[in-house]
């Protein structure tokens, strides 16, 4: 499995606009073949996000990154919200979740 986040600042005016924009998007992530799971991080550093998805493999990824359905979610991430986006892949060595 691997973790890719994408940090991306966003201006103090553009916050509200920005999150309700994530919130209220058609989502085609979820359609993805090895999508795994999504979060919005909001950090307590004024203006930071970090978009965090989970994949099966970087194959996975890769191929959702370079589809008509990724062009098709991102076509509102002009840059005029989000600014400074930097990308960075993380294999997962250890999971850990709670006992049931």
Same mark, same amino acid.
């Given at each position: ?36 799971? $999504?979060?919005?991080?909001? @950090?307590?550093?004024? !203006? *930071?996000?970090?978009?965090? &998805? +989970? ?14 359905? $990724?062009?098709?979610?991102? @076509?509102?991430?002009? !840059? *005029?919200?989000?600014?400074? &986006? +930097? ?14």
């Amino acid at each position: 499995m691997i973790v890719v986040m994408n940090v991306v600042s966003v201006r103090d005016e553009n916050r509200e606009v920005f999150e309700e924009t994530f919130r209220g998007r058609e989502s085609h992530v979820r359609r993805a073949e090895g999508f795994v799971s $999504f979060e919005l991080l909001r @950090r307590d550093v004024e !203006g *930071e996000y970090i978009v965090l &998805s +989970r994949w099966e493999s970087e194959e996975t990824y890769k191929a959702w990154r370079d589809s008509d359905l $990724f062009k098709k979610s991102h @076509r509102h991430a002009n !840059g *005029e919200l989000a600014f400074n &986006s +930097r990308v960075r892949n993380y294999d997962v060595i250890d999971t850990r979740v709670p006992v049931s």
